[in-house]
C-alpha cells in the first residue's frame, strides 16, 4: 500500500512560476511509474505529466511540456512537479498518483492505469 500527500499549490500570477511535492509513505516510489494529473471545475482529471523506468523517463501533455517539469527523489521518496510560465488556464486540482504496473510514454496517460492517488492541491493562477 501507498499513501501519497501533495503540497505546494497556491495562488499566483501568470508568468509565475510553482513547485509541487507528493511525499509517499508506504513503499519506495523508485519502484512505480509516477504521474501528476490535474482537474478543472466542471471537467474531468486530465494528465499532466509521468516519470517512469530505470531511467526515469518522462512523458508531458502536450499542454505542459516545455513550461512543466516532473522529476523524483529516491532518497526522499517524493516526486515533484516545478510549474513555470503558468497561465490561468493550468488553474486546477493537481493529484500525484503511482501505479504498481509498467508503463510507458502514451500508456501513462490513464487515469484507469493508476492505483494510489493524492488528496490534491490547489493551484490557482490570475490573469
Known amino acids: 500500500q501507498v499513501q501519497l500527500v501533495e503540497s505546494g499549490g497556491g495562488l499566483v500570477q501568470a508568468g509565475d512560476s510553482l513547485r509541487l511535492s507528493c511525499a509517499a509513505s508506504?513503499?519506495?516510489?523508485?519502484?512505480?511509474?509516477l504521474a501528476w494529473f490535474r482537474q478543472a471545475p466542471g471537467k474531468e482529471r486530465e494528465f499532466v505529466a509521468a516519470?517512469?523506468?530505470?531511467?526515469?523517463?518522462?512523458y508531458y501533455a502536450n499542454s505542459v511540456k516545455g513550461r512543466f517539469t516532473i522529476s523524483r527523489s529516491v532518497v526522499e521518496n517524493m516526486v515533484f512537479l516545478q510549474m513555470n510560465s503558468l497561465k490561468p488556464e493550468d488553474t486546477a486540482v493537481y493529484y500525484c498518483?503511482?501505479?504498481?504496473?509498467?508503463?510507458?510514454?502514451?500508456?501513462?496517460?490513464?487515469?484507469?492505469?493508476?492505483?494510489?492517488w493524492g488528496q490534491g492541491t490547489q493551484v490557482t493562477v490570475s490573469s
Open positions: 508506504g513503499r519506495p516510489l523508485s519502484t512505480y511509474p
Open positions: 516519470v517512469y523506468s530505470i531511467e526515469d523517463t518522462t
Open positions: 498518483a503511482a501505479s504498481r504496473r509498467y508503463c510507458s510514454g502514451s500508456g501513462c496517460d490513464d487515469v484507469s492505469f493508476f492505483d494510489y
